[in-house]
């Protein structure tokens, strides 16, 4: 399902029912700060959002069931209102987790 040529894709190897989940650490100079996800580089419903108001860094996480198609991929995309220098990718995870024909 991920492959090093596509290395911020997860790529659906059958039909079926799929969890997606995602989980970002946001810096703690973070505000509005979101991770969504993208189903063939469009939204897909699952946003994750908040406030940044502490000195540390804040996470979040969602799943959802999502029905793909072989091939279809999977992305996440993180936004924050302030501007980052550096938001580590060790804070960013995704998964695509096959549950059985949809």
Do not use: C
């Not at 991920?2 to 190897?13: C, H, I, Q």
């Not at 108001?53 to 991929?73: C, E, M």
């Amino acid at each position: 399902m991920w492959s090093a040529s596509r290395d911020s894709r997860l790529t659906a190897p059958v039909d079926g029912l799929y969890l997606v989940s995602a989980h970002q650490i946001q810096p703690g100079s973070a505000t509005m700060a979101r991770a969504t996800i993208l189903v063939n580089g469009a939204a897909a419903g699952l946003t994750m959002s908040f406030v940044s108001s502490s000195s540390g860094g804040q996470a979040n996480a969602a799943t959802r069931p999502i029905v793909l198609k072989a091939g279809d991929y999977v992305e996440m995309a993180v936004y924050s209102d302030t501007a980052l220098t550096i938001v580590p990718a060790a804070y960013s995870k995704a998964a695509l987790i096959w549950q059985g024909p949809a």
